[in-house]
């Protein structure tokens, strides 16, 4: 359990790892294993999980500083750590005490497991089935993206209903289930060691009790619990890259100079103009995830449209923002040891990630409008 006048130490200490391991991450595109290690010795791991079952029992804002920290570090370690934040939440809401906490002893890494080859980016319609088997139930399924696929310890699992209504069930699923398979090595632009596969289960028996809320009841978890975590975290993983190309910028702008002139490249009006564009854009994105978090920690009456606003202007700005960051530092940003480029290849994926940022646009858009989302 860590004290929240711990958590700002403990970050920085679990930064100082993923920073160092960075570079050897994107480049040959391994899990961040080390920084995993790092986050749940300084008790991270089970930073969401509640006190009573050893956990320190912090919320979304707390798990967002550490997300947009991480980011700025190493993408990769952030992402996965996002997607074992939003499995962790549904535990929270529906799993057994033992793996609770387990979690909350940072013995578990948690992902989840929604995307699917036949809907893609429509993760809540899931196209995998749930069939009864006696006492046991059989999953069948084709996963088409997995963050830690191959790495957790456990999957929360979509499929469509066994019998009961609605679009989806959600399940526990081990990583030593019998049937569950892993793709081969992911091969990415960015975030190049999120280990993000696709995996498939073929009549992968679980047991009853692995079903988390009710049959059927999957979508109402989805909404309720894992789209505000997900949302929030996600942004919160653009504004930390954002924030690592604004610094870099500008140190670099600051440091390299035009000798013949006498002047830093940040003399010059046009550059400083970029670096302030920027800022601002980085600013308003924080800006907005900042009161998203308070919208959904007071319930406010728009706190569905801040959740479905923030990762799509999040994921707008940081694309601007490392974009500019390509520009104003030239071609020192195509040299890997600068950090701008591995910035500008990891900003790329919020906008591919289901909600991709052109389903979120139409959800806001119906939402504006009064009309039903699905």
Not at 251 to 274: C, K, M, N, W, Y
Not at 287 to 298: F, G, H, N, R, Y
Not at 343 to 363: C, G, I, K
Request: net charge negative; charged share 20%.
């Amino acid at each position: 359990m860590i004290q929240q006048d711990e958590l700002a130490d403990a970050i920085d200490r679990v930064a100082i790892v993923a920073s160092r391991n960075a570079g050897e991450v994107d480049a040959k595109g391994v899990f961040p294993r080390q920084t995993i290690d790092a986050l749940a010795q300084q008790g991270l791991l089970g930073l969401v999980s509640a006190e009573n079952v050893g956990g320190s029992g912090a919320g979304l804002r707390q798990a967002s500083a550490v997300i947009e920290r991480l980011a700025g570090n190493c993408a990769s370690t952030a992402l996965v750590t996002m997607m074992h934040y939003c499995a962790t939440a549904v535990v929270e809401a529906h799993g057994p005490a033992d793996l609770r906490r387990k979690i909350a002893g940072g013995q578990s890494l948690g992902t989840l497991a929604f995307s699917e080859t036949g809907s893609r980016s429509h993760f809540w319609a899931p196209l995998s089935t749930a069939t009864a088997d006696g006492k046991d139930v059989l999953l069948d399924a084709s996963k088409s993206w997995v963050t830690s696929a191959g790495e957790a310890d456990f999957y929360i699992w979509s499929s469509r209903p066994m019998s009961g209504e609605g679009a989806s069930t959600m399940w526990l699923v081990g990583a030593s289930q019998a049937g569950i398979e892993v793709a081969a090595g992911f091969n990415g632009l960015g975030m190049r060691g999120n280990s993000s596969k696709p995996m498939t289960a073929k009549s992968a028996s679980v047991s009853r009790e692995a079903m988390l809320g009710s049959d059927g009841g999957g979508f109402d978890l989805m909404m309720g619990i894992v789209l505000p975590w997900f949302q929030v975290l996600n942004a919160s993983a653009s504004v930390g890259i954002a924030e690592a190309a604004v610094s870099a910028t500008a140190a670099h702008a600051g440091r390299t100079r035009f000798e013949h002139l006498g002047q830093s490249l940040a003399d010059q009006p046009v550059i400083r103009h970029h670096i302030a564009k920027m800022r601002v854009q980085t600013d308003l994105a924080l800006a907005l995830l900042l009161d998203s978090l308070q919208a959904v920690e007071t319930n406010r009456p728009d706190t569905m449209l801040r959740v479905l606003e923030v990762k799509a202007a999040a994921s707008e700005a940081v694309v601007e923002v490392t974009d500019l960051a390509m520009r104003v530092c030239g071609g020192a940003a195509f040299r890997m040891e600068l950090g701008v480029e591995r910035n500008f290849r990891d900003a790329r994926a919020a906008t591919a990630m289901a909600p991709t940022t052109d389903a979120l646009y139409d959800f806001i858009g119906k939402a504006v409008c009064g009309l039903p989302l699905f």
